[in-house]
T-cell receptor, first 116, second 113 residues
Framework: GAVVSQHPSRVICKSGTSVKIECRSL??????MFWYRQFPKQSLMLMAT?????????EQGVEKDKFLINHASLTLSTLTVTSAHPEDSSFYIC????????????FGPGTRLTVL | SQKIEQNSEALNIQEGKTATLTCNYT??????LQWYRQDPGRGPVFLLL?????KEKRKERLKVTFDTTLKQSLFHITASQPADSATYLC????????????FGSGTRLQVQP
């Protein structure tokens, strides 16, 4: 299957700082990428849908000014957690949609964010 | 509201047996349903997709059924191995055309040697 990478894999930061997470599709072009968040012992929760060259669509309850998403190219989407607080500590996972007619998605390995 | 439920939070079976996981959904008629595997600290890995007009789909030791009347999918792993131990997630596209996935809570499978 297709490969999606995320960087960094793990980040620890102080409260109030901003953190940028990159998501790359390595061997295919992804017009749509998705960002999910997963708290311990819970399932993935969709945060936003990122379309190349346009504004992201955020799920209800997700603050767009706090979680900035940029999808500047067909292979790269970034999520910036601004002014991070301890409650933002979570496992952030991106996915990229393949080119098939159905929604087979390829997930990145995830980024573990810990805010002190 | 639309919901996806995976009935068992955890399932323990002996090596060699068949594991059967259940996914139920309500208030929606999906065109397809997907199953993923997730290992601790890793992103989900796609396993199988089954369309609404398919009753059953197989891939090696995996089998998925889809009953749109019961609004249920069953996921089977035959001849299970300890390496199959992981969390298995079912997922539906309930995003009204955006192709975003909604995941069930997952079933943590433990295969005992």
């Amino acid at each position: 299957g297709a490969v999606v990478s995320q960087h960094p894999s793990r980040v620890i930061c102080k409260s109030g700082t901003s953190v940028k997470i990159e998501c790359r599709s390595l061997d295919f072009q992804a017009t749509t990428m998705f960002w999910y968040r997963q708290f311990p012992k819970q399932s993935l929760m969709l945060m936003a849908t990122s379309n190349e060259g346009s504004k992201a669509t955020y799920e209800q309850g997700v603050e767009k000014d706090k979680f900035l998403i940029n999808h500047a190219s067909l292979t790269l989407s970034t999520l910036t957690v601004t002014s991070a607080h301890p409650e933002d500590s979570s496992f952030y996972i991106c996915s990229a949609r393949g080119s098939g007619a159905y929604n087979e998605q390829f997930f990145g390995p995830g980024t573990r964010l810990t805010v002190l | 509201s639309q919901k996806i439920e995976q009935n068992s939070e955890a399932l323990n079976i002996q090596e060699g047996k068949t594991a059967t996981l259940t996914c139920n959904y309500t208030n929606y008629s999906p065109a397809y349903l997907q199953w993923y595997r997730q290992d601790p600290g890793r992103g989900p890995v796609f396993l199988l997709l089954i369309r609404e007009n398919e009753k059953e789909k197989r891939k090696e030791r995996l089998k998925v059924t889809f009953d749109t009347t019961l609004k249920q999918s069953l996921f089977h792993i035959t001849a299970s191995q300890p390496a199959d131990s992981a969390t298995y997630l079912c997922a539906l596209d309930m995003s009204m055309g955006r192709r975003a996935l909604t995941f069930g809570s997952g079933t943590r499978l433990q295969v005992q040697p």
